[in-house]
């Protein structure tokens, strides 16, 4: 029989990896999973316990929040306010960071920015749903946090990792040295080592992207959407189009088979639509980790300045291969752009 290895003994080996660590972080990522086991059983039950459906409230983004929406944010920051080792939360659905000024969490090193319950438009349809967190120093060194302490770029993430609840539930992480992933077995309510050093193929046939905004975005993206569709037997194209809805969701599927997830900027949405402190960036280290890639279309989503909590940010993020081949095309029809719009041919 294989032996099995829930995520508390994994912590606990790998925190080996970091010889000054104190197990303030493996304490930290135990709060998270304690808190998505709670959300899960709500998750799973959500149609008996008639909780599905509007709360009647709107959040920062002005998107009316689903009372499962709430109550998965309710959970994170109880479960990260009772553990201690964080002081201060950027929640999607709160519109200012919360501080924990509690004597014990105050001077804790650690902020953490987290997504509670992200593809809320699938909640009330059985489709996948996840939670993404993201985890920080404190730049402060001790005292009342402040919006600075995670105003940090992607690249100083210390550990970041998503929730899955799909057919089965599972927690992916990663601190730094590789991704490994979970799966809950609801039999003895732990999460146990089911994917171990996680890595995205290089290539992919899968593309993901809402073509209903076609005609909204940019010139490189309807391009690449394109050259996705086109027939060439060397690339195995024309690709499959898979997407739920749930980033959680389209991110993971293209983790284990390998694919490029799009949300361009659009002319509706000049900015994009995920944030980049709760969505964009722990999943572009997640991806990383794993052998992918993550930009903007034109920069690593890990190097984007970070100048306020609910920032938007377009993202080409998967298999590496093809993300360059998504970038390649909007460099080149940037320029077309400007081209046309200059009237004359650029140099560059
Ligand atoms: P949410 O945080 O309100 O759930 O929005 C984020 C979700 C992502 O999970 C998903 O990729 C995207 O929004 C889908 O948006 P759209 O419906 O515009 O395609
Ligand atoms: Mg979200």
Redesign the pocket.
Known sequence: MNEIKTLGQFIIEKQKDFPYAKGELSRLLRDLAIAAKIVNREINKAGLASILGDSGTV?V?G?SQKKL?VYANEQFIAALRSGGECCMIVS?ENDEHINIDSEISKNAKYVVAI?P??????IDVNVG??TIFSIYRRTSVSGAATVEDILQKGTSQVAAGYIIYGSSTMLVYTTGKGVNGFTLDPSIGEFCLSHPNLTIPESGTIY???E??YIHFPQGVKKYIKYCQEEDKNTFRPYTSR????????LHRNLIKGGI?I?PYTSASPKG???LVY?CNPMAFIMEQAGGKASDGTTRILDLDVYELHQRSPIFIGSRLMVEKAEEFMRVFHREALEVLNGFALDV
Do not use: C, H, P, W
Not at 117 to 122: A, P, Q, R, T
Not at 243 to 250: E, P, R
């Open positions: 959040n983004q998107e929406d999607e997504d319950l992200d593809g809320s438009s699938n749903i996840g993901s992207i809402n209903g905004n997407y739920t809805g749930s980033m959680v969701a389209d997830f949300y639509k995920l944030r969505e």
